[in-house]
């Protein structure tokens, strides 16, 4: 998480100093929000995997290396870091 932040702190520094090279506030937010959307996942997405499409499982299968339960084509588990989570308990809140 530590390498993530820096990497966030490195694209909120090239933002800024884009911005004072004449670069609009609006591409400086795109900048911050794409490689925020790509590098993080959201706490919703987590509390609600009952409803996780597929796809987007393998996605952040493929960009965070986390493993899902899946179960009749719908997500019922995760597994961060060698501990599993079920949908009904560890992950709502």
């Given at each position: 998480?530590?390498?993530a932040l820096?990497?966030?702190?490195?694209?909120?520094?090239?933002?800024?100093?884009g911005?004072?090279?004449?670069?609009?506030k609006?591409e400086?937010?795109?900048?911050?929000t794409?490689?925020?959307?790509?590098?993080?996942i959201?706490k919703?997405t987590l509390?609600?995997?009952?409803?996780?499409?597929?796809?987007?499982?393998?996605?952040?299968?493929?960009?965070?290396?986390?493993?899902?339960?899946?179960?009749?084509g719908?997500v019922?588990g995760?597994?961060?870091g060698?501990?599993?989570?079920?949908?009904?308990?560890?992950?709502?809140?």
């Open positions: 998480m530590k390498a820096n990497d966030l702190n490195s694209v909120v520094l090239r933002a800024i100093n911005m004072e090279a004449g670069d609009t609006q400086a937010v795109q900048s911050i794409s490689f925020v959307k790509m590098n993080y959201r919703a509390g609600d995997l009952d409803n996780l499409p597929a796809e987007d499982a393998m996605m952040l299968h493929k960009r965070h290396g986390i493993e899902f339960k899946v179960n009749d719908k019922s995760v597994r961060f060698g501990v599993n989570h079920h949908t009904d308990n560890a992950l709502v809140g």
